[in-house]
């Protein structure tokens, strides 16, 4: 099916996105390195535009507003929480939750989901949470308290209102083409402007950390695009899911690039993933 293709194509290139922003981050802050990553995007974005053009809609260009402000929200609780450690448990909450609920919105919405693609978006959400879990840093703080969870779960709803909100989008008034990832990518500039114009932020990206960072923008956003042509085409139930096997990519690439050891949990995740893969094709 074209839309499991898509939704799938659009976890893989968030996944190296995020590795990318991830690989930044290292050495930079994380609101500069998202504020540049949104910035480099535009050239891209605009030719994608032009490529794909259809008359913008007001109603299309509002939704993806609020997406955009909903995934920026996600991404600065995201960050904040994998900064007070126990990275284990706050990678798989987010990611599972930011599956979950569009699953939840889309069966709600009267989605007809077969038995075989069901079971598929369950092996999804499973394999999601196993792959998310990482070896633990040392000196690590393992600790995990209320506030901590409270963030992990917030970050989690952000991303899950980005991926409802867009797949809105993209059905407001019919062919909204990509006109709602614009819109999404410039409020989330505009918000992460204010955002670092209240405070001075040091951590500006520059050398290794802005090459990534030059990566980590244009996938992110193109991962977007991919997602919202998924939506477009099938149902939010198993495209958001789908689209949320991002962390597969991510493992794989600390593997072949930082060399990290994988834990044989996350083998399962990635065996449940391409399962997951399967059934929902079927």
């Known amino acids: ?127 999601i949470a196993l792959v998310s879990l990482s070896l633990s840093r040392p000196g690590e703080v393992r600790a995990v308290s209320v506030p901590l969870l409270i963030m992990a779960v917030g970050s989690g709803v952000g991303f899950a209102l980005f991926f409802v909100v867009l797949a809105r989008a993209g059905d407001a008034g019919g062919t909204a083409g990509l006109w709602p990832v614009a819109a999404s990518q410039l409020s989330a500039l505009v918000i992460a402007t204010a955002v670092l114009a209240m405070r001075r932020h040091d951590g500006w990206p520059h050398g290794v950390a802005f090459r990534w960072t030059l990566v980590a923008g244009p996938f992110d956003m193109t991962a977007n695009a991919l997602y919202l042509m998924a939506t477009q085409h099938g149902d939010l139930s198993i495209v958001a899911p789908l689209a949320a096997l991002y962390p597969v990519t991510t493992v794989v690439l600390a593997l072949l690039i930082d060399r990290e050891r994988m834990r044989p949990v996350q083998v399962i995740g990635l065996g449940m993933a391409v399962l997951a893969l399967v059934l929902v094709n079927r």
């Open 1 to 127: 099916m074209l839309y499991a293709a898509l939704a799938a194509l659009s976890g893989l290139v968030w996944g190296i996105g995020d590795f990318a922003g991830g690989k930044a981050t290292q050495t930079a802050a994380a609101m500069p390195v998202t504020w540049v990553s949104k910035l480099v995007s535009l050239p891209l974005l605009g030719l994608y535009i032009v490529l794909t053009y259809v008359p913008p809609q007001a109603a299309s260009l509002t939704w993806g507003a609020l997406g955009g402000a909903a995934g920026l929200f996600g991404l600065i609780l995201f960050y904040r929480a994998l900064s007070s450690g126990a990275m284990t448990v706050v990678a798989p909450v987010t990611a599972v939750t930011s599956a979950a609920i569009p699953v939840a919105v889309g069966l709600a919405s009267g989605e007809d989901t077969r038995g075989a693609q069901l079971l598929g978006v369950i092996c999804a959400l499973v394999a």
